[in-house]
């Protein structure tokens, strides 16, 4: 957190998808060891961002920089954890062999063993906490463990920037709670950036230093004090919405076309 | 017939030695082509490629039946018929949707071209049936030797991909974030799988490839998840169904196929019998604990 070196810059960032601007304008820095989370209703872009940042995208205009670099597809500094899917049962993939694949499952040549390898998986399901099950088949295990593993996964390289996209995702509230405290454990202890893209802030909101929340083919980005607020939310949307504190969770009431903040139903299909 | 009749037709080991020798090229084919079809069977059961192989198969069918018509070489005619299916397929088809209904549009074209062009054919009508059922003793000597080329070439380029080809197989998103070539690979694949098919078809006959690759692997993945035991039982199941399908078919005066599907059949059956006893144990044992843990 004391290096100022900005680990993702955007400048003048614009992207449209189908003739329609997604956001445009979009200077957004986030530095080592900070948790940005970028909210949004579907289809306001969040995982087109996502798609930026890995390379997969292109913007229309401005720019996009990684440690000062331009985007490469493929950087292996960038660790992605992607939305929670069940790995189905059956399938050849014990614990560790998931956690491996961050390691060497980019690597063509013939699959020997290697012993500095598999030091490092186990170095990785250990960070995790999921060194009792490495051996189990994945598809044996819970929503959770699952998501653990693919942090440890995503660790392999050990990134710079973290790209988390709904990594919470159909877990119950104690998952939820231990995946994001895996996360916000990492950045605090490696400085690792992170960027969060969520529907649902609740479950990180004790961590998060800044919000980017984008809506409408408008964004505004802050602390979560100053992003989410009636008067903020009411004009990004254009319509009045407003932001209810209640026991240390934030709900959004009014959001118009039905974009409900804690709908879990819609996102899944994005 | 009597039942002597057909036990006699079916299995019959006189003069087994001499039979052996004579066959013994054909065995060597075999076996290397159950070994790479286990292997390749791996991945096709990863990404959900069954229909895709039935399909090309098929257009298999058709090249080395207009291969037969015009005099051209049968292999080289089934070769070029799995490749263009196989490349079509990977191209048109990289949803899983998508795949489906061109396969499901490809496949009853290419069997209704490959009969067209064997009532056009007026040889032997024995080769005719071979190309649907497995001809493998009357492929010869050259032949046979391409055959086993292509299957090693197969063998090697899949260990040489074998990590971003399961990464990829297994979760194409984050593969493609971590920097490894999914669509490069996927097409590589189906060529790969193109060169599988139109080896299986000379062996075992187009309507049977699955029994060589996909059967085996299925079979493995009932009785391990461990991705070195899963590779390695199925191309030891696709081993002893292909030799020993040839070894008992030998004296008996029928098709090969029988009973190298037979075999992989039964070989499906006990590890399915095997995975869900062994399931029970683990879900009563194992699992238990690990949920109260935490």
């Known amino acids: 957190m004391t290096s100022d070196r900005p680990v993702l810059e955007f400048e003048n960032g614009s992207l449209g998808f189908g003739g329609r601007s997604l956001w445009s304008d979009l200077d957004l820095t986030v530095r080592p060891g900070e948790f940005l989370a970028v909210l949004g209703p579907n289809g306001s872009g969040k995982t087109s961002l ?45 614990g560790r062999d998931l956690v491996a694949l961050g390691v060497n499952g980019h690597r063509f040549g013939p699959p020997l063993p290697r012993r500095a390898d598999r030091e490092r998986v186990d170095e990785l399901l250990e960070s995790v906490g999921a060194t009792e099950y490495a051996h189990q088949p994945v598809g044996t295990l819970s929503g959770g463990e699952q998501q653990r593993l693919r942090v440890g996964q995503a660790l392999a390289g050990d990134p710079v920037l973290l790209l988390c996209d709904e990594p919470l995702l159909s877990l119950d509230l104690h998952h939820q709670r231990a995946v994001s405290e895996l996360i916000d454990q990492r950045r605090r202890s490696h400085d690792t950036a992170v960027v969060f893209v969520t529907h649902d802030v609740n479950p990180v909101l004790d961590v998060v230093d800044r919000i980017l929340y984008l809506a409408g083919g408008k964004f505004r980005q802050g602390t979560p004090a100053e992003v989410l607020r009636s008067d903020v939310l009411s004009e990004l949307y254009g319509t009045p919405v407003d932001v209810i504190r209640s026991h240390g969770r934030v709900i959004v009431v009014g959001v118009p076309d039905g974009h409900d903040h804690h709908d879990h139903h819609d996102e899944v299909a994005e | 017939m009597t039942a002597d009749d057909i036990w006699g037709r079916l299995f019959n080991f006189a003069n087994y030695g001499e039979l052996v020798a004579l066959v013994q090229n054909s065995i060597v084919a075999a076996a290397v082509l159950g070994i790479v079809g286990g292997l390749i069977g791996v991945f096709v059961m990863q990404r959900d490629m069954a229909f895709a192989v039935h399909g090309i198969s098929e257009l298999s069918f058709a090249g080395a039946a207009g291969a037969l018509l015009i005099g051209a070489n049968v292999v080289l005619g089934s070769l070029v ?33 490959g009969i067209l062009f064997l009532a056009l054919y007026p040889g032997r009508s024995a080769n005719k049936f071979g190309l649907l059922t497995g001809q493998i003793i009357s492929v010869d000597i050259p032949q046979l030797g391409l055959l086993v080329t292509l299957s090693v070439v197969v063998l090697v380029a899949l260990l040489l991909a074998w990590r971003p080809l399961t990464f990829d197989s297994l979760d194409a998103d984050v593969a493609a974030a971590r920097g490894v070539p999914s669509r490069a690979l996927s097409l590589g694949f189906m060529v790969l799988l193109g060169l599988t098919v139109a080896v299986s078809v000379q062996i075992i006959g187009s309507l ?13 993945l009932r009785v391990s998840s461990s991705p070195l035991v899963v590779p390695l039982l199925s191309m030891l199941f696709g081993f002893v169904s292909a030799v020993g399908g040839i070894l008992l078919a030998l004296g008996g005066s029928l098709p090969i196929s029988p009973y190298i599907t037979t075999i992989s ?24 604990p690990l949920r109260v843990a935490r």
């Open chain 2, 265 to 288: 059949f039964v070989i499906y059956v006990v590890c399915r019998i095997v995975g869900a006893r062994k399931g029970r144990g683990v879900r009563a044992s194992a699992r238990q």
């Open chain 2, 81 to 113: 018929g799995s490749l263009l299916a196989a490349i079509l397929i990977g191209l048109l088809g990289a949803k899983a949707r998508d795949r489906n209904s061109i396969i499901g549009v490809l496949m009853p074209f290419g069997l209704g071209l």
């Open chain 1, 50 to 94: 996502l798609k930026t940042i890995l390379g997969q995208q292109a913007l229309d205009s401005g720019s996009v920089r990684l440690s000062g670099r331009p985007i490469r597809r493929g950087d292996r500094s960038v660790g992605y954890i992607p939305q929670q899917k069940l790995v189905p049962p059956g399938t050849p993939l014990r």
């Open chain 2, 208 to 220: 049977l490839v699955l029994a060589l690759l996909v059967t085996p692997a299925a079979a493995a």
